[in-house]
């Protein structure tokens, strides 16, 4: 009978446990990385915002601009304001997401807007003070036209004037910096001189969207 090859049985035996360890271990760390895509995406929706304009039973807003000029907003209504040397604009805000909304920016359309087409975050005009939203609370996004001599300006009067409807974009993530999202909103005018605030659109920014 022939000799038995204990060395090559015997390295076959280690090379076999080593492939099944080699697997166990590749199995393990799928699942590990599995574990923590879920457990991230669970982190991240838990300081997801997401604003909508207030309600209309919502309490009034007072808010102030730069030049000591005041206005109040109330629920779910928008200011449109055009004066001597500056346009007012504000929309009231409410957070239905789970993390708190750090305001980034914001792009005026003169004009309703119904496709889908947005600025990139390059665009947007950036805000000169820290807005935030706080979660199932209300807050407000305004901004300013202060140059009457630059087409904005221009438009932006003749629409208002118009009582034509307008397009706010307004761009904002979560507190941490990340998430950002665009959200639209429509001003829409009143019989009575105000504006009824409407949201429109969401984009996701930095994550892809859910259509």
Do not use: C
Request: glycine share 10%.
């Amino acid at each position: 009978m022939p000799a038995t090859d204990w060395v090559t049985i015997s390295a076959l035996a280690t090379a076999g446990g080593t492939l099944v360890l080699a697997a166990a271990t590749f199995a393990s760390v799928r699942s590990a990385n599995r574990a923590a895509r879920v457990a991230e995406r669970s982190l991240l929706a838990g300081l997801r915002p997401l604003l909508v304009p207030s309600k209309l039973d919502d309490p009034p807003q007072k808010v102030g601009f730069a030049d000591d000029k005041w206005v109040v907003a109330e629920g779910g209504r928008g200011v449109a304001e055009v004066g001597d040397s500056a346009i007012y604009l504000v929309i009231p805000l409410r957070n239905v997401g789970a993390g708190i909304a750090v305001l980034h920016g914001w792009n005026f359309i003169p004009e309703l807007r119904r496709d889908n087409v947005h600025a990139e975050p390059e665009g947007f005009t950036r805000l000169t003070r820290d807005l935030y939203v706080p979660v199932s609370d209300v807050g407000f996004w305004q901004g300013t036209f202060r140059d009457p001599g630059t087409p904005e300006f221009a438009a932006a009067r003749r629409a208002i004037e118009a009582r034509s409807p307008l397009t706010v974009d307004l761009l904002y993530g979560d507190h941490e910096g990340g998430q950002r999202m665009i959200s639209r909103y429509a001003l829409l005018p009143r019989d009575d001189g105000g504006w009824l605030a409407s949201a429109g659109r969401h984009w996701n920014v930095d994550r892809g969207d859910p259509r």
